[in-house]
């Protein structure tokens, strides 16, 4: 089992920044990719970003490029979302998860086994 907290979540005016984080307990995280997922307002929940075990590989859905930057220290167990130049579109419930993918499979919620309990971001314009 894994147990994972995001935390780093807040109110930010549009152009600003945020860094997530996600820490997680029980087993390590270099067994698994880890990916960040939001959903918004009325919104299903989306993918944002990803990272494969060992950290070489990394996705983002084409919203976020360039603007977010996924991070992972498997030392330390955690996975940080550094996220820049925010939107106010960018406002969601910020999720982070763990599971056995790989490569465009990353990005389907399916795919990941354990989930955090989320952390608010929300981008005032």
């Known amino acids: 089992q894994v147990q994972l907290v995001e935390s780093g979540g807040g109110l930010v005016q549009a152009g600003g920044s945020l860094r997530l984080s996600c820490a997680a307990s029980?087993?390590?995280?270099?067994?698994?990719?880890e990916g960040w997922f939001r959903q918004g307002p009325g919104k299903e929940r989306e993918f944002v970003t990803a990272?494969?075990?060992?950290?070489?590989?990394?996705y983002y859905a084409d919203s976020v490029k360039g603007r977010f930057t996924i991070s992972r220290d498997n030392a330390k167990n955690t996975v940080d979302l550094q996220m820049n130049s925010l939107k106010p579109e960018d406002t969601a419930v910020y999720y982070c998860?763990?599971?056995?993918?790989?490569?465009?499979?990353?990005?389907?919620?399916?795919?990941?086994?354990?989930w955090g309990q989320g952390t608010q971001v929300t981008v005032s314009s």
């Open positions: 998860a763990a599971g056995d993918c790989s490569g465009y499979g990353c990005y389907d919620p399916e795919n990941y086994d354990y």
């Open positions: 990272i494969s075990r060992g950290g070489g590989y990394t």
């Open positions: 029980g087993r390590t995280l270099r067994n698994y990719a």
